[in-house]
């Protein structure tokens, strides 16, 4: 998951944080804060929805593959312009390959805690990941945490930001619901890697794992919840929606 743009993530009216130490926190230049972000075109939303399409297919895609497989549906699209729409999209990849997720500038990083586990009973390890729906005209973000042995969704946010504040929403949910796991289990997207969420399963008793190099074949099971959300629910709601 890349880093997504932060600037919504500030807050204006706080009195007791400056707009420099709030942009230090978040790892964002000034001169952006006042510059608002392009909307997107009616061509790149077009875009955007086909490669969501076809990247919840194959979630293996990267940009090289994304592009030959557009550009063979008679597409006029190059790869740097795929590869920018992907990193708006917060998505990449999954696959073997140097360690590219980075957290936040001033964000911790966790040791992964799951090499050579046993992971058998629920509760003893919850993880979380965020994906990209598209809505109408725009799009949306969705955060799921699922326990690890049954596979089951314990709890869920939608959000139009990708924010840290929805993460946590979910995170309070699935822990009132159904206690505390052992261990909580990320990627070093930059929500999971902030103090607000880190704090809280910390400030909970819950052993913090992050996914480190040569471990994407962790994100499989949750990649393999969001085709099946995609293609079967979402894609049946809007059957049924326009029917």
Known sequence: MS????RGMLDRADKAL???RQCMLLGIARSGVYRPPRPANDNDLALMRRIDELFT???FLGSRRMTAMLKAEGLQVNRKRVQRLMRKMGIAALGPKPNTTKPAPG???YPYLLRNMTIDRPNQVWAADITYLPIGRGFLYLVAIIDW?????LAWRISNTMDTSFCLVALD???ARYGRPEI????QGSQFTSAAFTGALAGAGIKISMDGRGRWMDN?????????LKHEDIVCCGSQASA
């Open 184 to 187: 909580f289990n990320t990627d």
């Open 18 to 20: 400056s707009i420099r």
């Open 57 to 59: 297919a194959w979630p």
């Open 220 to 228: 499989v099971f949750i990649e393999r919840l969001w085709r099946s």
């Open 107 to 109: 964000h911790k990083i």
């Open 149 to 153: 042995a049954s596979r089951a969704v």
């Open 173 to 175: 949910d699935a822990l």
């Open 3 to 6: 880093t997504p743009d932060r």
